[in-house]
């Protein structure tokens, strides 16, 4: 063979032969948006929009998002042993509670730091009067070991937050809340909060409510309150159109809040 048509042969052999696999990749591009198709619908699967069943949750929190660290009259019996303080924790539980239930003769219960009310509430617990006690009970409730979240709190908190529902604390208590939110991490969490001694209204008196909603920019119809209290609570959330669920009776876990909010309404 001469040496130009050996030096062809190769190339000739290639021209001759189908490349390896030509057919295969001819498949692969005989439909060149099928593959896209099949990525955009299962894409378009994971993306499907769905929204919670409420925009806003209003929570009350002494009681329902603040609980005692531990009952209230071992701590007054505990810190009063060195006043005097000798009444079992059974009488000072009576006591506290004829203090809470008793009317009270001004419009708010709680104004500014609330020390009047609470300072009634611990001599008819306890019968004692002595100033330096009152205060070392006072101080003793300013800070956030005293109190505890319930369990899935805090989850209920991040994970509503993050599905876009708006938070607000609308709560009768004195100005010592913002900093116990502070200590226990949560205030951050939250859209506002709207505290009775700062706004000049108590539950069940609709403005709170009202306030709140504002604040958090959700219509009664489309948000749910949270507490502890038939009257100061649910009747007072229910007069404005603001569906109110009870802890305890209602809802019983946080995570059960979690879960009726986050119920998946289709759009």
């Known amino acids: 063979m001469p040496a130009a048509a050996a030096a062809r042969g190769p190339l000739l052999l290639l021209r001759r032969q189908p490349a390896p696999g ?5 498949r692969s591009f005989s439909s060149p948006y099928s593959g896209m198709r099949c990525a955009s619908a299962a894409a378009g699967g994971r993306e499907r929009r769905s929204s919670p069943a409420y925009d806003g949750l209003l929570l009350d929190a002494g009681g329902t998002l603040l609980q005692l660290a531990r009952p209230v ?10 006043y005097g303080v000798s009444k079992r924790e059974e009488n000072i539980m009576e006591g506290f509670k004829r203090a809470f239930s008793a009317s009270w003769p001004k419009t708010l219960r709680y104004q500014g730091d609330g020390r009047p009310f609470w300072r009634i509430v ?9 100033n330096d006690y009152f205060e070392e009970v006072y101080q003793y409730y300013a800070h956030g070991d005293a109190w ?10 991040r994970d509503l937050k993050n599905a876009g529902v708006k938070l607000a604390v609308v709560s009768n208590f004195d100005t010592r809340l913002r900093k116990l939110l ?3 991490h949560v205030s951050d969490m939250f859209d506002a909060i709207v505290v009775s001694s700062e706004v000049g209204h108590e539950k069940p008196a609709p403005e ?8 958090i920019g959700v219509e009664a119809s489309k948000a749910v309150h949270v507490g502890d209290d038939e009257t100061a609570d649910k009747a007072g959330a229910n007069a404005i159109g603001l569906e109110c669920w009870l802890w305890g009776e209602d809802v019983k876990t946080f995570s059960e809040i979690q879960d009726r909010i986050l119920t998946r309404l289709p759009q």
């Open 122 to 130: 611990v001599a008819e617990a306890t019968d004692c009067t002595d």
């Open 208 to 215: 709170i409510f009202k306030i709140a909603l504002d604040q």
């Open 73 to 82: 009259a071992k701590t007054y019996a505990s810190l009063g042993r060195r």
């Open 182 to 184: 502070k200590d226990l």
């Open 148 to 157: 505890r979240l319930p369990a899935g709190a805090y989850k209920m908190l």
């Open 22 to 26: 030509l057919a295969v990749i001819r």
